[in-house]
Structure formats: structure tokens, C-alpha cells
């Protein structure tokens, strides 16, 4: 509780109002009131998935975090509907130092508009941050990806800062271990493949909510053509990311 | 409709344009090198005046800084100021060394009236540069008014001619033995002399005095010659003190920057190159130029394409003087924009109503260049890309990534193709994929390219190990490849 609603007695008017205003303020957060999200959203494409990031979708201007081992085991997947969503908006998709060359055809059949992509390959850390700032800043992107080699709280920050000042989407991809000491993201995922169809998602945080359970996404369609079916890959072979991670969660 | 002219004086423009710190006293010397001709505030007050021999100023004041005015650079000065008039009119004639004949009876009606466009060309001029303004019927009046610091903006020909009737000989700007020989027969001002008989003051003063008074009354037509402006762009910025470091460049360079964005606007123009030339003092000219990815006009966009820029370059010596220049140009809308939005667009920009021009791009479905120009400026090398689809069975070739310089082309893709998200740059060979990982059973065999030598022969398959799926290829002569990933 703050000073101030202390010295008040409990039917005092002005107590409440001055509670009320603290609550409104946002600083304190209740779970019975869930944050209203009158931002920009765009639905994930996969119900799964929507029914557990906060808002029902992925929000404008929170920066989310999604942690992979690895290419390849559907860190792309999961935002791919979106972005063929947002690449209808006739502004940059920028891409920053992606780690392999995205694939143009798959893009395209999986409705993503390829005039409005923009890949920068910088030569530095230093270089990418720079660019991902400077995409979000100008305000002429509506999502902005990076693949981080390194990982710093403030840069981060500066992100997410970032992010929610132009409310634009933003993903980042660190190519780094888990920090599990905590992150300034609004959302931290973590992905990683059972099989060719399905993905399963750890929530590391989610602002305004608890971490929640794992879950599994179907990602079948989510490139546009039907993922082969995949009943021989023995489930028990996926690889579990690091248990400490879930510690980030708290924050 | 008969004219109306509005002289637009500029007193000590060359000094105005020297980039002087507050206290420093500063005179200008005229062509002799000899006598004081402009002199600023802090020099006036140690009591210099002007006409006062540069020996007897400097005795006066000893911190004066002395500078040789230079003809050549007041021209083009007053040039630059026309260039800035031009928005107000087109019809400019120059009046040597510091005025501006304006026709402004035919732009009364689009600025609303003289009272509203005198005030707004007060407020729109660069506070750099104080100026004087008057308006009469004879361009030779309203220089008058404005050289003697009477204009208002009121084009009562009674009330002009009360106030030019008023003018003594010496704010006529008469020759000083003139002036002399019509006091002694008792004339003092224009009022007095006007009341002569002309045909006597010709015979006893000369036909160019009689010809001045008819300009002045308007009963004679003030020959001009019109101002063009030159499809390029000259200004400059002189310093007193050097500049040692590039950054250092960006403040003067601000408002230079400023009249090139409103030159190319006036124009519906834009640019993507502007070449700076730096004066040294012991050293040849440094000539740097500033190319950006797309042609560019705003002048926030400008100033950080600039800045941008300054950090790949070091200045080889301290600076004296700065110019900016730019001589090719393009146009602001490149065909692409001309949509009926775009059309509106230009009426927009023309009339002064646009809101930002972001907006009215994104309506149009045109994509904002500024970003892209950002990113090339800081960017060293090629680092940009856009993504290109091909219609080519080879994957490598099927998607590539294309240089920011060219523009990506449409292309027919084939459908139903299971393709990675993932493209490697170049294939990582791999030892053979275990049975139990391979996810696809048939694999897709493409074999191609025979018609331009870069001929494959692969089989396709799907694996996936520890998580990761991949996409690899299995080559004639029994290789295996990686070649992407589904992220």
C-alpha cells in the first residue's frame, strides 16, 4: 500500500478517490482487472496460440522474445500468419540480420507481400540494435524482426521502449541463452518442434497475466501448404529447453 | 491591372550573413579597402560609423575585425534572397546591392490582401537577416519607404505621396554636390522640388534628376529586368572563427538545408545528391558528396541523411566556409505515385493544405523512402536488400535476395510446393540423414537449369533431428546438402 491511502480511514471519501487514482494510474496490478487492450492487434492465425497471448493476439507495440535452439524448429512459423496480415499495410516489414536468407516463394504462398520487406544483414551487434531502433522509431514499419547475437537488459529495454512509442510489432529472436535474471519484453516465448505439424510454446512471461501452462500449436497451414504428416518422429525426442528458464517468469 | 511594387531592402546584407559572435565587433570595408561600409552592433557602439577610414575604426576599437566586403559574394547573396522571394512572386527584378522589386498586384487576391501578405513575408523571413519593406504604385517610391524605413503596408496613393513629399534630399539618395545646388536655390525635400517646373530643373540640374522625380511620381516607367531563378542550388555559410570538427557542420548547415528543402518543394522536386564544398584556409577546396538511396526533399530527412553521413568522413582541415550545391534533381512524385491520390496530392502540396506527407503517401499505397534512406546512410556498404521471387525450379535462383539499389519484379510463383522459410546462402554438406529421421517418403526430385549451365540434379527430403527441420538434398553423386530450414 502507498503512504498517502494510509493516513485515510477506510470511509473517508477522499480515501477512495485517492485509491481510485492510484489504481488508475496502472502502477498496481490486480488481477481481477485485466489490462484493456485498445491497442492495435493482429490475430496469430492459430487459435491455440491467441487464446493465450494477453489480449487474444499479438499486441502493438510489445516487444516479444521468442527462444529456440536452434534453426529451424518453427520460431518462424508461429508469426507467419501475422505477417502476412501486416504485410498488407502498405508500409516495411524490416528484417534484421536474419540468420539465412528468407525464402521468398515460401513467404509469398504463405501471403506475405514481398514488396513491402526490407533486409538489412549489418556487420555488428551494434549495427543491428541501431537498425531495429531507428525501423521502430521512423515509424514506417509495421513489424519490425531481429536476431540478436548478443542479449542486453538495456538494449532490450530501449526496444520495447521503442516499440510501444511508434506501436509497431516487434519480434526478437535471441540467438543467446535464456537470461533468466528477467527481461524488459512484454512477452517471452519459447518454441521448439515435436513434430513437422506441431509446435509446442512455453510462456516465459506475458505481461499482465501468469506465465500459464505449456501448449501445443498446430502449425499445419501455416506456410500456405500442408506440412507432411509426421507419425514416425518419436515425440520423447524433443528436447526440453533448460527447466531454470521458467524462473524468468516471475518478473 | 496596374502594378504594385513592394521593395524588400535588406541593410547590411553581407554582414548579416557572417556567422559572428555576439560581442565581436565587425566592419566591412568597401572596394577601396579603405572605408568602413557595414558595421555591426558592437563595432557602432565602440563608435565606429560608416565612411570612417579603416585606420581611425581600428584606433577606435581595437578587438574590430576588418573584412574586405566582396562584390561578387553581395550579388549572389541578394540572389539567394530572390531565390527565397520567389515565393512570394514571380516577377523579381534585383535592385544592386541589397533590394528586391517585387510586383505584387497581381498576388494580392491568393495571399488575401497586402496587410496579410506583408505580415506573413515579416514573419517568414529569416530572423538572420532584418529587412525593410515598402509598397507604391512606382517601383522607385517604394524603394524609397523602405531604404528610409517608412513602408506600411498601405497603397493610399494620397497617403504615399504625403509621405514621399516628406523625404529630405539626403533620403532621396542624391549625389551629395546635388544636393547642395538645390538647397541653395531653397529646395529641401521632394515636396519643395516637385512643385518646379520641370523643363527649368532640366536645363539647370541635368535630365537624369527630372527623370528620377518622374520614377518617383510613377509618370515614368522604371525600366526592369526580371529575375530567373537557375534550375540549381548555390548557398553558402561563411564562418568567422574555423570549424575544426564535421559536426560542427551541422548547425550552419541547418538552415542551409532548410532553403533547399522549401527550393525543391516550390519546384515539386527532390534530390539524392548534394555535394558540399569546404573552403580551407592553407589548403585546395574539400568537395564531399552526400548520395543517399532515394531521392529525398524534407528537410528533417535531409538533416539526418546529413548526419548520417558526417560519420564516414573526417574533415582533412579546418573550415572556413561552407556551400552547399545540388544540381541534379528529380521529381518529387516519380511516375509510380501519379494515382488519382497522387494527383491530389501535388494540389495539396501546391496550396499549402497537405497535412504530413506520410499520411497522404500511405494512402496512396506508396511506401515511405525515408526509412531505406536512413538505413543506406549509416550502413557502409551494401547491406539492403528487398526479396525477389523467381519462377525457377532451382531453389537458389527461386528466391534471392536483391540489392536495394534495383527493384524487386513480380513473378508467377507455382503453388503447393513444400518450401523452407529458411534459405541457407550457400548448401552445408552433411553426412547422411539417419532412416529414422526422415520425415517424407517420397522424395521430390527437381532437375533442371540445362539451359543456362548451372544445371541441378537433386533429390529432396524432409528431416527432422532434435527439433530442427530440415530441408536437404540429396546430389548425383550421392552427397548430402543442407539447403534450408522450416524455421
Known amino acids: 500500500m502507498l503512504p498517502e491511502s494510509r493516513s485515510h480511514t477506510a470511509n473517508d471519501p477522499a480515501s477512495h478517490s485517492v485509491l481510485d487514482q492510484v489504481l488508475d494510474r496502472g502502477d498496481v496490478w490486480q488481477a481481477r482487472r485485466q489490462p484493456e487492450f485498445a491497442r492495435k492487434q493482429v490475430s496469430s492465425g492459430f487459435p491455440e496460440l491467441d487464446a493465450q497471448l494477453p489480449g487474444g493476439g499479438w499486441q502493438a507495440g510489445q516487444l516479444c522474445e521468442i527462444y529456440q535452439q536452434g534453426l529451424g524448429t518453427g520460431e518462424l512459423s508461429l508469426i507467419l500468419p501475422a505477417l502476412a496480415k501486416l504485410s498488407q499495410q502498405p508500409r516495411w516489414i524490416l528484417w534484421v540480420a536474419p540468420p539465412a536468407i528468407p525464402y521468398a516463394p515460401t513467404l509469398s504462398q504463405a501471403g506475405v507481400n514481398l514488396k513491402h520487406i526490407l533486409v538489412v544483414r549489418p556487420k555488428s551487434y551494434k549495427e543491428a540494435i541501431w537498425c531495429l531502433e531507428e525501423g521502430l522509431r521512423s515509424g514506417h514499419c509495421s513489424a519490425v524482426l531481429g536476431w540478436l547475437g548478443e542479449w542486453h537488459k538495456q538494449h532490450i529495454r530501449r526496444l520495447q521502449i521503442a516499440a510501444a512509442d511508434a506501436d509497431s510489432h516487434c519480434w526478437v529472436w535471441p540467438q543467446t541463452g535464456f537470461d533468466a535474471s528477467g527481461s524488459p519484453a512484454a512477452l517471452r516465448l519459447g518454441v521448439q518442434r515435436l513434430s513437422a505439424r506441431q509446435l509446442q510454446v512455453q510462456c516465459f512471461k506475458r505481461r499482465g497475466s501468469w506465465p500459464g501452462k505449456d501448449f501445443i500449436v498446430d502449425i499445419t497451414q501455416a506456410s500456405g501448404t500442408p506440412m507432411p504428416a509426421n507419425d514416425r518422429f518419436p515425440a520423447h525426442k524433443a528436447v526440453r529447453l533448460p527447466s531454470v528458464a521458467r524462473l524468468g517468469s516471475a518478473n | ?487
Not at chain 2, 151 to 170: E, F, Y
Not at chain 2, 184 to 190: D, F, I, N
Request: hydrophobic share 40%; net charge neutral.
Open chain 2, 1 to 487: 491591372m496596374t502594378p504594385l511594387w513592394l521593395y524588400l531592402h535588406f541593410p547590411d546584407l553581407y554582414l548579416h550573413s557572417l556567422l559572428i559572435p555576439d560581442d565581436q565587433p565587425v566592419a566591412l570595408l568597401g572596394a577601396r579597402h579603405q572605408h568602413v561600409e557595414q558595421l555591426n552592433e558592437p563595432a557602432r557602439k565602440a563608435g565606429v560609423t560608416v565612411d570612417m577610414s579603416m585606420a581611425t575604426a581600428c584606433s577606435l576599437c581595437p578587438g574590430l575585425i576588418c573584412q574586405p566586403l566582396d562584390d561578387i559574394q553581395q550579388q549572389q547573396l541578394l540572389e539567394q534572397k530572390a531565390l527565397w522571394a520567389y515565393r512570394y512572386s514571380a516577377q523579381i527584378c534585383l535592385d544592386p546591392p541589397q533590394g528586391l522589386w517585387l510586383e505584387i498586384g497581381s498576388m494580392l487576391k491568393l495571399f488575401g490582401g497586402l496587410e496579410s501578405l506583408w505580415q506573413r513575408l515579416l514573419r517568414e523571413a529569416p530572423t538572420q537577416w532584418p529587412i525593410q519593406l515598402g509598397v507604391a504604385q512606382a517601383a522607385q517610391a517604394a524603394r524609397l519607404l523602405a531604404i528610409n524605413h517608412i513602408g506600411l503596408p498601405n497603397s493610399d496613393k494620397h497617403w504615399i505621396r504625403q509621405q514621399l513629399h516628406g523625404l529630405t534630399l539626403a533620403q532621396l539618395q542624391l549625389d551629395e554636390s546635388l544636393q547642395l545646388k538645390l538647397q541653395r536655390v531653397g529646395a529641401k525635400t521632394l515636396g519643395d522640388l516637385v512643385r518646379l517646373p520641370l523643363a527649368d530643373l532640366a536645363v539647370r540640374y541635368g535630365i537624369e534628376l527630372v527623370d528620377y522625380l518622374e520614377r518617383i511620381q510613377g509618370h515614368k516607367q522604371q525600366p526592369m529586368s526580371w529575375f530567373e531563378p537557375p534550375l540549381r542550388f548555390r548557398q553558402d555559410a561563411f564562418f568567422i572563427e574555423e570549424v575544426e570538427h564535421q559536426n560542427g557542420l551541422l548547425f550552419p548547415l541547418r538552415p542551409l538545408l532548410a532553403a533547399l528543402s522549401s527550393f525543391l518543394q516550390q519546384r515539386q522536386l527532390s534530390t539524392r545528391t548534394l555535394i558540399l564544398r569546404l573552403k580551407h584556409r592553407h589548403q585546395p577546396t574539400t568537395e564531399w558528396r552526400l548520395s543517399f538511396a532515394r531521392a529525398e526533399h524534407r528537410e528533417q530527412e535531409l538533416l539526418a541523411l546529413v548526419r548520417y553521413r558526417f560519420e564516414h568522413h573526417t574533415l582533412p582541415a579546418p573550415v572556413t566556409s561552407l556551400r552547399l550545391c545540388v544540381d541534379h534533381f528529380e521529381d518529387m512524385y516519380p511516375l509510380r505515385a501519379k494515382g488519382k491520390q497522387g494527383q491530389n496530392n501535388h494540389w495539396d502540396k501546391l496550396l499549402g493544405t497537405a497535412g504530413t506527407t506520410d499520411t497522404m503517401d500511405e494512402a496512396s499505397g506508396v511506401l515511405d523512402d525515408s526509412l531505406l534512406n536512413r538505413l543506406q546512410a549509416r550502413l557502409q556498404h551494401q547491406q539492403l536488400f528487398y526479396l525477389q521471387a523467381n519462377a525457377d525450379p532451382r531453389p537458389e535462383i527461386a528466391g534471392q535476395l536483391l540489392d536495394s539499389h534495383r527493384h524487386p519484379q513480380a513473378a508467377v510463383i507455382r503453388k503447393g510446393l513444400l518450401r523452407p522459410i529458411w534459405l541457407l546462402d550457400t548448401p552445408i554438406p552433411c553426412p547422411q540423414p539417419h532412416e529414422d529421421t526422415l520425415i517424407l517418403h517420397r522424395p521430390e526430385r527437381i532437375s533442371s537449369g540445362w539451359w543456362d549451365g548451372i544445371t541441378v540434379r537433386r533429390d529432396y527430403y524432409l528431416s527432422l533431428q532434435s527439433g530442427q527441420l530440415l530441408w536437404i538434398y540429396r546430389d548425383a553423386s550421392k552427397g548430402w546438402f543442407i539447403q534450408g530450414l522450416f524455421g
